[in-house]
Nanobody, 123 residues
Framework: QVQLVESGGGLVLSGGSLTLSCAAS????????MAWFRQAPGKEREFVAA???????NYAGSVRGQFTISRDNAKNTVYLQMNSLKPEDTAVYYC?????????????????WGQGTQVTVSS
């Protein structure tokens, strides 16, 4: 079993930056593929970014060049650096993990999920 706890969400003005963190426990972190998804009100959960156990990355087209995913295996933590935030980035952001699917962009490819952290971008 893997436990994931997100932090770092909050309210930010349009054009601002935030860094989300997701701390993992319960499994060897270095063997996990990690990802971030988000869900806006009334919309389906969508893929944002993923990072494999070998540090390869994958991004949704809508955030490529704006967001950066990274991981620190010594701290069992994955990060999502978000720059130039826009109101349409407002959503609950979820951390996800899996031991089999690397760089997956579909929700069913991740077995473990955090509770989410709210990001609100105000114009």
């Amino acid at each position: 079993q893997v436990q994931l706890v997100e932090s770092g969400g909050g309210l930010v003005l349009s054009g601002g930056s935030l860094t989300l963190s997701c701390a993992a426990s319960g499994r060897t972190f270095s063997s996990l593929a990690m990802a971030w998804f988000r869900q806006a009100p009334g919309k389906e959960r969508e893929f944002v970014a993923a990072i494999s156990w070998s540090f390869y990355t994958n991004y949704a087209g809508s955030v490529r060049g704006q967001f950066t995913i990274s991981r620190d295996n010594a701290k069992n933590t994955v990060y999502l650096q978000m720059n130039s935030l826009k109101p349409e980035d407002t959503a609950v952001y979820y951390c996800a993990a899996d031991q089999r699917h690397a760089l997956g962009s579909l929700t069913y490819q991740y077995a473990y999920w955090g509770q989410g952290t709210q990001v609100t971008v105000s114009s």
